[in-house]
């Protein structure tokens, strides 16, 4: 069935450096990509998506880049803060956009100041 | 502007108990989706509805689960004969229509079952 890998499971990184998170998927249907924060007890929020007819897409301090023929994807997050310290989850589309959503396991962020 | 709307956020069951989880989507949106959360795992699609629809039910287990979304009112998932593996927090999500591909998550329902 639909996969989705993610790397690394933790991450540690000093505030200001560079995060980076990537995901591989399995199914070649997949054309929808998001990512989600989630903090402990919360709920997983939004926080940038990619379409896979671009590849590469920015929102201030976050980046994503997809790769189709490779079939991966992957989270930037320069100039980490405190408040960057989260669980991130990627995810696939099953098939079209606007199905279920199959996600990775999860990265632990943690910036310290 | 409310977002997604689930209650209760705790609930606790004693096994072999029925659970009800309810899932008010956010104005305008007519797709529901179920996620379950085991603790310190990543979320697993359950059901994917519409209005009175079933689209996706591919991720939910055959027995004791099931789910709806009338035309009036919210989605219920309803868990039967709850057991201690079933002890997870339930999300669900809703977007806009299919195609568009956002989905916003709800605040959970924390599910314990004794």
């Known amino acids: 069935g639909e996969n989705v890998e993610q790397h690394p499971s933790t991450l540690s990184v000093q505030e200001g450096d560079s995060a980076v998170i990537k995901c591989t998927y399995s199914?070649?249907?997949?054309?929808?990509f998001p990512w989600y924060k989630q903090e402990l007890g919360k709920r997983p929020q939004l926080i940038i998506d990619i379409r896979s007819n671009v590849g590469e897409k920015k929102d201030q301090r976050i980046a994503v880049t997809l790769n189709k023929t490779a079939k991966h994807f992957s989270l930037h997050i320069t100039e980490t803060q405190p408040e960057d310290s989260a669980v991130y989850f990627c995810?696939?589309?099953?098939?079209?956009?606007?199905?279920?959503?199959?996600f990775g396991k999860g990265t632990t962020l943690s910036v310290s100041s | 502007n409310a977002g997604v709307m689930q209650n209760p956020r705790h609930l606790v069951r004693r096994r072999g108990q029925e659970a009800r989880l309810r899932c008010s989507p956010m104005k305008g949106h007519s797709h529901v989706y179920w996620y379950r959360q085991l603790p310190e795992e990543g979320l697993k699609f359950m059901v994917y509805?519409?209005?009175?629809?079933?689209?996706?039910e591919s991720g939910m287990p055959k027995e004791r689960f099931s789910a709806e979304f009338p035309k009036e009112g919210p989605s219920i998932l309803r868990i039967q004969q709850v057991v201690r593996g079933d002890s997870a927090a339930y999300f669900c999500?809703?977007?806009?229509?299919?195609?568009?591909?956002?989905?916003?998550f709800g605040p959970g329902t924390r599910l314990t079952v004794t």
């Open positions: 509805l519409q209005k009175e629809n079933i689209i996706d």
């Open positions: 999500a809703s977007s806009l229509q299919q195609g568009t591909g956002e989905q916003y």
């Open positions: 199914d070649s249907a997949s054309n929808y």
């Open positions: 995810a696939a589309s099953k098939g079209q956009a606007g199905t279920a959503l199959i």
